[in-house]
């Protein structure tokens, strides 16, 4: 086949009329200025009709992906190969020049035809990652991670093999030299080999994906997941500002990912309110029947009335009442709260919903409230949390409660001037 191309290209000059007397430095000379002319005549071709009239089509089409592999240039990077595959079909004709230089261009065409290749996969990756991104079904997978793999293993194939056309020596020759460099490329590339195992591992157990909210007090991160790679996590915290982690570190170490928060719908209020323990106390008849006009504690009031009465039985009433039971402020004040919250509308009835005592502090008695709320965004969230304490603190004095907090300097001087 290429003596027969040859011949054919011969045979065409040597009836040239202007060239039939031409010398050999020329004759080569034409057939190098053909092949080249050829090739770029190719690439002008492909360039100017193909690759043009493939833009309309992705115009006119009605999908969308087809337009990112225009954007990111995919075309234009294989019409490249085009120009230096019409110069490698064609080498055969340059076999007139010396051995040596024509073994030297083979190898540097097939080199370059190599890294051209990898190029144009390259931008094929790059646009699969951008559709990925745009797409709400692939948005949570590592899809960037196992692209940026790939073009690493592309990357090490493509040295390899490209070292190996240039040395004129097989691929395994090479790949045989790697095991003695090992320990040598472990020591130098310690950190990045770390990174890149640990960007696996968080890529296939999933552990961190774009779109997470994480909190690591550690290194001052506490915002979302914009982008994870092989190497490192770029969170934008809620300032606006950005911290890049290490991949290896939230492996290694405890971070907070706030995803099941997000899946679930639900947010956690967790916050206690602590009552000052000189106003905790019995009710009286008087308190009774006031708080009995609470809609949400008449049944609480009603049934926790019976059982009482039915328990004091046994006492007369001018016994002491730590030898009875009676109803408390706090108590009654805990089980407004808990019916308060089951009727609320913001707060998530099928979760943990709790009002509970803790355990007295030198701030008083806390009583906590543990609640999910029906909205997960921050600003509403909070708005339902300052809602519902803004109710409770101003219930408290209806039930004959204070909430504790430190004396202030007013507070002092009140009681300086008293004291004077």
């Known amino acids: 086949m290429d003596q027969e191309l040859r011949l054919a ?54 999908v969308t992906w087809d337009d990112t592999f225009v954007a990111h240039g995919v075309l234009e990077k294989f019409a490249l190969l085009v120009p230096l595959l019409i110069i490698e079909i064609l080498r055969p004709l340059f076999t007139v020049l010396s051995p040596y230089f024509t073994e030297i261009i083979g190898r540097l065409l097939t080199a370059l035809l190599v890294i051209l290749l990898i190029r144009a996969i390259y931008s094929v990756l790059n646009a699969i990652a951008q559709i990925a991104d745009e797409h709400s079904a692939t948005q949570r997978l590592p899809i960037t991670s196992f692209i940026q793999l790939i073009k690493l293993f592309l990357f090490f194939v493509a040295a390899i093999i490209t070292v190996s056309i240039l040395s004129n020596q ?66 934008r915290n809620f300032d606006k500002t950005i911290t890049m982690l290490p991949a290896y570190a939230l492996v290694s170490d405890a971070f907070t990912n706030w995803r099941g928060m997000s899946e679930s719908g639900g947010r956690r209020i967790k916050r206690s309110v602590f009552i000052d323990i000189q106003s905790i106390g019995f009710l009286t008849k008087e308190d009774t029947q006031r708080l009995s ?13 019976v059982d009482i009465n039915t328990f004091n039985l046994p006492f007369s009433d001018d016994e002491h009442a730590v030898n009875s039971r009676g109803l408390t402020n706090i108590g009654t004040f805990r089980a407004y709260l808990l019916a308060y919250l089951r009727q609320h509308p913001k707060v998530r009835k099928d979760m943990t919903l709790l009002v509970r005592q803790l355990a007295p502090t030198t701030q008083g008695m806390p009583i906590e409230i543990y609640i999910f709320t029906d909205e997960i965004r921050w600003a509403f969230y909070e708005d339902i949390q300052a809602d519902i304490f803004d109710h409770i603190f101003s219930v408290l004095p209806s039930f004959g409660l204070q909430a504790f907090q430190q004396p202030s300097s007013n507070d002092v001087q009140m009681l300086m001037t008293k004291v004077t």
């Open 293 to 305: 006009h609470v809609h949400l504690l008449k049944n609480y009031l009603a049934d926790k009335s």
């Open 170 to 235: 097989s691929p395994i020759y090479f790949l045989s030299g790697l095991g003695v460099a090992t320990g040598f490329i472990m020591l130098i590339f310690r950190d990045t080999i770390l990174g890149f195992v640990a960007g696996i591992q968080l890529a296939t157990n999933q552990m961190v994906t774009r779109g997470d909210w994480i909190q690591m007090d550690k290194y001052g991160a506490d915002g979302t997941v914009e982008e994870v790679s092989l190497t490192t996590v770029k969170v």
């Open 9 to 62: 290209i011969s045979q065409w000059l040597a009836d040239s009329d202007t060239l039939n007397k031409a010398d050999s430095n020329t004759y080569n000379l034409i057939l190098v200025v053909l092949c080249l002319t050829l090739a770029g005549i190719s690439y002008l071709v492909v360039k100017r009709v193909v690759i043009k009239a493939m833009k309309l089509m992705s115009i006119r089409s009605k």
